[in-house]
């Protein structure tokens, strides 16, 4: 993203939260300032997307969520006709990942942190799981519902299970 688009969002966003802050406030720019001062194109990107958000859904540590595919992956770490045959494809180009954590600094896993870290539900050679680690955008993520959360943990369960039972783990 270029800087003057940079800029440019960050000037639309000052202009929103003006609105927002009281004229009461005695000290509103310098509160202005300081909201904006680190705030980096994702995060203005992800104000701005959850302004205009009609069905927002918090993604939670450990929840299943639907990703695009990274282009190096494919052919490399799966293949669509075998994540179609375990069942594990969600829809033409996107992958089931589960969330392991954000990617700040912060110690805590931030709910409202805009970019997570997530493993990808892939396969090896042998049609058995394997993960992969990627970084995802909040707003390029889908949350799963409850019936394909269940899904996957029987399908993960069941694939760890059957490892065991053929003595490969």
Known sequence: MSEKNTLLKKANLLHILRDLISDDIVYKD???EVLLMDCVADHIN???HL?????FKKIYK???VIVQAPEDMIDKDFHWDVLEEMGLLPKKGYLYAEVLKDTGWA???RVMYPEKEVSLICHDDKKNFAYKEHKVHYMDMEKVDDSTKDMLHSRIFCNIVGKKDHGTN
């Open 51 to 55: 302004m205009h958000c009609k069905d």
């Open 46 to 48: 992800f104000v701005i």
């Open 62 to 64: 450990g929840d299943y």
């Open 107 to 109: 110690s805590d896993y």
């Open 30 to 32: 310098e509160i202005l």
